[in-house]
Each structure stands twice: as C-alpha cells, then as structure tokens.
C-alpha cells in the first residue's frame, strides 16, 4: 500500500463574475493549522456588490494564511495554502508556474495580476491551532463592522452588539475603540489640569473620527463619480396627486391575490415607469462608449435602490416588464430584503437597465438622482403626504407626491424625458385604467 504523498495546494481568489477584478478581505473563519473539508466556507470578500463567502477547493491542514482582514486582493491572489493528502505531489521544479484553484462552482479562477500590495503573511494563533479543539464560536456581526473591526484592530469578541438580536454594527466597533472618546490619533501631549493663560490660546485640536473606506461604499463613490462626470445629466420635476395610488395600495392588500406580499406605492411608481418606457425606450438604454452608439434594451431589468448598513445597493429585477403587479411587488420585495440582509450574489446586484429610488423613506420630499453607470435614466420617489390641493376648482386635502427623473442628455431629450414623467403622473393619478390596459 502507498501512502499519499503529502501536497501543499495554493487556493488563489476566483474570478466572482459580473466583471469584478478584485476584493476586499473581510475576514477568515479558518486558522493555521486548522484542518479544512472540501468546499468548508474559510472566509468572506466584500466585492463592489456583496459579501461572498469562500469555500475551500481542497480538504487538509491550513498551512498559511497569506492576506489579512482589510486588505484588498486582486483576482488570481493567493490568500492560502493548504496541505493535502488527497494524492501524490507533483515533483519540485517540474510545474510550469503555480498551482491553480479548481474551478468552484459559481467562480471561475482567474490569473495572477500584479498586486500593488505585498502580500503580507499571519502569523498563527497557537490557542486555535491545536488538533482537535473545537472552533471558536464567530461573534455575530454585520460583514462591515467585521471588517472595520479588522482595521481598529478591534477584538469582536470583546464587542457587545446592539443590532437586531445582539448583532455587532459598526457603531459598537467604534464606540469599543475608544473613537470620538479620545483625542485625534498624532496628538501625543496629554492634557493637563491647568495651562497659563495667554494672548493668543492655540485652538484645541479638531476631533475627528477617520472611517477606513472600502467595498460597496468604495465602489459606489468610485460609480457615482464616474457617472456624475461622464454622462451628462439633467432632470424633471413633477409634483402630482397620488391619492387613487395610496387608495388603490389598501384595496390591493386585503386581495388574495397579494397573500404573502405586502404591496406598497413602490410597486405602483414601478410599474407606471415600465408603463412609461414602453413608448420611451431611450429612457431603457445605454451609451456605447466604443461606438458612439445608442444601445436600446429590449428587456427592462428594473434596479432597486437599497439603504443597508454597508451603503447603497441596487438589486435588479429581472426582466420586469413581463412580470404581473403581485409578482412585481413580490420580486422586489425580495431582493430589497436580500439586499439588505447581505444575502445578494453579485449577480444579483449587477445588470440593471433602469432604477427607481424612494427617497421618501427618510421623509424627504424630492431629490436629483444620480444615474447608476451604464443606465440612461432613473426615477426618484419623495415621500407620499398630505398637501392642499385643486380639485375641480375647489381646495382639498390629497395625498401629493414629488418625482424627479434624471436622464443622460446624450441618449434622452427634455421633450423625451418630460413625457415620461408625465406619463407616470398620469398613472398615479388614475392607475386602475393603465393597469388593466397593461394586462
């Protein structure tokens, strides 16, 4: 019988789609010597879209942890290395470069670019390296007060949550930290009971808290710049009375037909703007940087704008043009609550052809949207509330809604855009006629 030669695999990051070429290392679940199984979840990345967790391509022994927790790696980066027994190694000197990953299922690996970073190694936790020992329980926490954790050098274990179940946010990192309790970090005199007086007291030093920027809201300053400087935006304004809306919102929910979905006005704006691109296609659109061409989008995959604790995402529903109001208001439900539970893919996050956004969540009245790159417009929801009104030349009290459309002026004209918006008005205003005349 032939014993298994023992084998040193080296698990590089994998390609995780949708165009993304690098990561920010959230944190491990695995140590140094630790024994792993095959596809044993052993850390998480935070990419422009989502926390991803990792599984191992390989069962064995951890023998090196090669990145730390907040630093960025590019695709095709070895973060670890893992001995196996599964079978023979290959002789030193005989492999024509380095070993790569399996292809796990979802990713696909990718080459090693250069990093601008040095790869900086761990070193191992003796306590959690011991055969035998059970793993340490993982304190509850949000992946971005994970990370930031990692940065303050902040042990989670000596962190009390105060989220939803005792879940650790990032506002229990930083109060554990001492940050906005102690002066600014580079003041190094201490305080003292008492200073002499003099003509001209020097100004106390600002106190400040520095904040580590990375993952989703890195990325999304990185988009928002982007598209704020390339695409030519301009906007409409319409205020208009929602009150069939809000109405039509209550008769919808007690019908069985949206049992086990909550409709909201959301639903109504989405589909009145669905409703609106169908004789607007340039506003379901992109421009072709290469060519100089408009591109038109047959299928509206609709972005959904979502406030989470890691920063904004945008959710995509998927061709929802063809999806009926119930199964419209259901599916963006759904992939808001992904969202911002930390549950999306980044496939899921990624592809919208046009987005709505309501603002009027916070109570703000309107606002100028910024478009998400790639998109030709986006629409922006206020908050739904009581105003005066004129009824048929008589004052009344309605429920009045502020929308705001933004639009790339390269691929939508004023004329284009006003029309549209219109068109969304008018089917707030009276929505049961458009509904039946989309079905």
């Given at each position: 019988?032939?014993?298994?030669?023992?084998?040193?695999?080296?698990?590089?990051?994998?390609?995780?789609?949708?165009?993304?070429?690098?990561?920010?290392?959230?944190?491990?679940?695995?140590?140094?010597?630790?024994?792993?199984?095959?596809?044993?979840?052993?850390?998480?990345?935070?990419?422009?879209?989502?926390?991803?967790?990792?599984?191992?391509?390989?069962?064995?022994?951890?023998?090196?942890?090669?990145?730390?927790?907040?630093?960025?790696?590019?695709?095709?980066?070895?973060?670890?290395?893992?001995?196996?027994?599964?079978?023979?190694?290959?002789?030193?000197?005989?492999?024509?470069?380095?070993?790569?990953?399996?292809?796990?299922?979802?990713?696909?690996?990718?080459?090693?670019?250069?990093?601008?970073?040095?790869?900086?190694?761990?070193?191992?936790?003796?306590?959690?390296?011991?055969?035998?020992?059970?793993?340490?329980?993982?304190?509850?926490?949000?992946?971005?007060?994970?990370?930031?954790?990692?940065?303050?050098?902040?042990?989670?274990?000596?962190?009390?949550?105060?989220?939803?179940?005792?879940?650790?946010?990032?506002?229990?990192?930083?109060?554990?930290?001492?940050?906005?309790?102690?002066?600014?970090?580079?003041?190094?005199?201490?305080?003292?009971?008492?200073?002499?007086?003099?003509?001209?007291?020097?100004?106390?030093?600002?106190?400040?808290?520095?904040?580590?920027?990375?993952?989703?809201?890195?990325?999304?300053?990185?988009?928002?710049?982007?598209?704020?400087?390339?695409?030519?935006?301009?906007?409409v304004f319409l205020t208009c009375?929602?009150?069939?809306?809000?109405?039509?919102?209550?008769?919808?929910?007690?019908?069985?037909?949206?049992?086990?979905?909550?409709?909201?006005?959301?639903?109504?704006?989405?589909?009145?703007?669905?409703?609106?691109?169908?004789?607007?296609?340039?506003?379901?659109?992109?421009?072709?940087?290469?060519?100089?061409?408009?591109?038109?989008?047959?299928?509206?995959?609709?972005?959904?704008?979502?406030?989470?604790?890691?920063?904004?995402?945008?959710?995509?529903?998927?061709?929802?043009?063809?999806?009926?109001?119930?199964?419209?208001?259901?599916?963006?439900?759904?992939?808001?609550?992904?969202?911002?539970?930390?549950?999306?893919?980044?496939?899921?996050?990624?592809?919208?052809?046009?987005?709505?956004?309501?603002?009027?969540?916070?109570?703000?009245?309107?606002?100028?949207?910024?478009?998400n790159p790639g998109e030709s417009?986006?629409?922006?929801?206020?908050?739904?509330?009581?105003?005066?009104?004129?009824?048929?030349?008589?004052?009344?009290?309605?429920?009045?809604?502020?929308?705001?459309?933004?639009?790339?002026?390269?691929?939508?004209?004023?004329?284009?855009?006003?029309?549209?918006?219109?068109?969304?008005?008018?089917?707030?205003?009276?929505?049961?006629?458009?509904?039946?005349?989309?079905?």
């Amino acid at each position: 019988m032939t014993n298994p030669t023992r084998a040193v695999e080296e698990f590089r990051l994998p390609d995780l789609g949708e165009g993304l070429t690098e990561a920010d290392w959230v944190h491990w679940v695995v140590a140094v010597g630790d024994r792993v199984e095959l596809n044993q979840v052993i850390g998480e990345v935070e990419t422009a879209k989502a926390t991803v967790e990792l599984p191992s391509p390989y069962g064995g022994t951890v023998e090196e942890l090669l990145v730390e927790p907040g630093q960025t790696v590019p695709v095709g980066a070895p973060l670890l290395r893992i001995a196996t027994e599964d079978g023979p190694a290959e002789p030193a000197g005989d492999s024509d470069g380095p070993s790569r990953p399996s292809v796990l299922v979802g990713y696909g690996p990718g080459d090693a670019p250069q990093s601008r970073r040095a790869t900086r190694r761990i070193s191992a936790d003796a306590g959690r390296a011991r055969d035998g020992d059970p793993p340490p329980a993982r304190p509850d926490a949000k992946p971005g007060a994970r990370k930031l954790a990692a940065l303050l050098e902040v042990d989670l274990d000596t962190v009390t949550g105060t989220g939803r179940g005792g879940v650790i946010t990032r506002d229990d990192v930083r109060r554990t930290a001492g940050h906005g309790d102690e002066p600014t970090a580079g003041h190094d005199e201490e305080p003292t009971a008492e200073r002499p007086h003099s003509p001209a007291p020097e100004a106390s030093p600002e106190r400040t808290t520095r904040i580590p920027v990375g993952g989703v809201r890195k990325r999304t300053a990185e988009a928002v710049s982007r598209s704020a400087f390339t695409a030519p935006h301009a906007s409409v304004f319409l205020t208009c009375d929602a009150t069939a809306t809000v109405d039509l919102v209550s008769t919808l929910r007690a019908s069985p037909a949206f049992e086990g979905v909550r409709p909201t006005a959301l639903s109504i704006v989405s589909r009145a703007l669905l409703h609106a691109i169908a004789d607007e296609p340039s506003l379901n659109a992109h421009w072709d940087d290469d060519t100089g061409e408009i591109v038109l989008h047959h299928d509206a995959h609709l972005g959904i704008a979502t406030a989470t604790s890691d920063g904004l995402k945008v959710p995509v529903v998927r061709e929802a043009q063809r999806l009926s109001l119930p199964r419209l208001a259901r599916s963006i439900a759904e992939v808001a609550d992904r969202a911002r539970t930390g549950r999306s893919t980044p496939s899921e996050l990624t592809g919208s052809t046009i987005s709505v956004t309501n603002v009027g969540v916070f109570g703000v009245d309107g606002g100028t949207p910024i478009l998400n790159p790639g998109e030709s417009a986006i629409l922006a929801v206020g908050a739904i509330s009581d105003r005066p009104w004129v009824v048929d030349g008589a004052l009344a009290i309605r429920k009045v809604v502020t929308l705001s459309l933004s639009f790339d002026h390269r691929l939508v004209d004023g004329e284009q855009a006003g029309r549209a918006l219109a068109t969304i008005g008018a089917f707030l205003g009276d929505p049961v006629p458009m509904l039946l005349a989309d079905t």
